[in-house]
Structures are given as structure tokens and as C-alpha cells.
């Protein structure tokens, strides 16, 4: 298995509290992601990096910020958590290659917002 | 905008049996496209990957083909069986090259 970590693995936090998801990987993938995943819409795209404070925003960027400092560590904050960003957040990890590679995810973290 | 549409959000059949999954897309041309199988509780894994300029592509029971004229690809598990069960997600790159869009996937019920 790819060595990837998300934590915590479930928070639950009270809204309009700041919130911190961190992604830990061991493979020096270039690429890192943040998804959340919630039903009936699937995994949609928060932030992403492609590297050392390289980062761009995905579909559902709102209220959500990202930091990357270092190749291995890839940080998701809630700055006021909503109760709409209950779900579950993914970390994936890829290497840069224009013929396409697999991503790896973590295991994700269950947060809920109440 | 960029859409991925999997046609159905469950599928169920026999043990034995074929199971064809089916992804389209809309508003761009992908370089790539990817399935990836994901258990309830744990994240997405990766199972195939498959280029434009390939038609299909097969790894033991599994098989994607790729039709960048009809912007569909089509995934199947031949010779289905239970532990097939979970939920089959379909990924392209985005137009920038720089990350995965996913699916919604389609959950796929084996029964014995």
C-alpha cells in the first residue's frame, strides 16, 4: 500500500470552529488532492497541489484553504466549519506523468459538523 | 463544464454472470480515463487505466474499452462473483492535466 495517512480518521466539531484535516505521504508524489466525498454527488475536487506551496483550487473550494510547506505534508482547514461540510474528505496522492498515473488515497476522515 | 455521468448509480446481478458498467463525458477530450473500485468505509483503489489511442485494455477478469468518438468507456467484470460487490468509480483528468474528476460511481451487487 502506498504510505499515506490522513488525520485525524473522525472529528467531530461544533460550527464556526476552525477545523484541520491533515494528509502525511512517504512516496514523494508531486501531486497531492483533497475530495470529499458525499452521497449523490461522489468525490468532488477541493484543493489540489502540484507542489511545495503550489496549489489550485477544485470545484468545491468554498471555505476551504489549503497549505502545503513541505513535499510529504498536504493541510485542509475549514476556517468556520458549516454544517454543510459534514462529509467524508479523501486525500489522494499522484506522481506527475502526462501518460497518466494512478492516484493512491488515504483512508479518509469522517467530520461532522454540528 | 467538464461532466462525468455514470449511467447507473446501482447495478445488481448473478454470480456467473458479466457486469457492464458505463461511463460518458461531455465538454472535453480526456488524454485518459481510470476505474477505480471502492469498499463501504475505505478509499477509492485503482484498477485500470486506459490512453485514447487504446481501445481496450484487460487485466484477468476485468476489461475497459474506450471510445473517445461516442466519449464513452465501458467497464467490465466477467465471471462476476460476490466479492465483486462495491462501488466502481470512473476518473478522467481534467483539461488542465492537473487532477483527477470522479463519477459519481455505480454500485455493483453479486449475489450467490
Known amino acids: 500500500d502506498a504510505g499515506i495517512t490522513q488525520s485525524p480518521r473522525h472529528k467531530v466539531t461544533e460550527t464556526g470552529t476552525p477545523v484541520t484535516l491533515r494528509c502525511h505521504q512517504t512516496?514523494?508524489?508531486?501531486?497531492m488532492y483533497w475530495y470529499r466525498q458525499d452521497p449523490g454527488h461522489g468525490l468532488r475536487l477541493i484543493h489540489y497541489?502540484?507542489?511545495?506551496?503550489?496549489?489550485d483550487k477544485g470545484e468545491v473550494s468554498d471555505g476551504y484553504s489549503v497549505s502545503r510547506s513541505k513535499t510529504e505534508d498536504f493541510l485542509l482547514t475549514l476556517e468556520s466549519a458549516t454544517s454543510s461540510q459534514t462529509s467524508v474528505y479523501f486525500c489522494?496522492?499522484?506522481?506527475?506523468?502526462?501518460?497518466?498515473?494512478?492516484?493512491?488515497f488515504g483512508q479518509g476522515t469522517r467530520l461532522t459538523v454540528v | 463544464s467538464q461532466k462525468i455521468e455514470q449511467n447507473s448509480e446501482a447495478l445488481n446481478i448473478q454470480e456467473g454472470k458479466t457486469a457492464t458498467l458505463t461511463c460518458n463525458y461531455t465538454?472535453?477530450?480526456?488524454?485518459?480515463l481510470q476505474w477505480y473500485r471502492q469498499d463501504p468505509g475505505r478509499g477509492p483503489v485503482f484498477l485500470l487505466l486506459i490512453r485514447e489511442n487504446e481501445k481496450e485494455k484487460r487485466k484477468e477478469r476485468l476489461k475497459v474499452t474506450f471510445d473517445t468518438t461516442l466519449k464513452q468507456s465501458l467497464f467490465h467484470i466477467t465471471a462476476s462473483q460476490p466479492a465483486d460487490s462495491a462501488t466502481y468509480l470512473c476518473?478522467?483528468?481534467?483539461?488542465?492535466?492537473?487532477?483527477?474528476?470522479f463519477g459519481k460511481g455505480t454500485t455493483l451487487s453479486v449475489s450467490s
Open positions: 465538454n472535453y477530450s480526456p488524454a485518459y
Open positions: 476518473a478522467l483528468i481534467n483539461q488542465a492535466g492537473t487532477a483527477l474528476i
Open positions: 512516496e514523494n508524489h508531486r501531486y
Open positions: 489522494a496522492i499522484s506522481e506527475e506523468d502526462s501518460q497518466g498515473t494512478e492516484a493512491f
Open positions: 497541489s502540484y507542489g511545495v506551496k503550489d496549489t
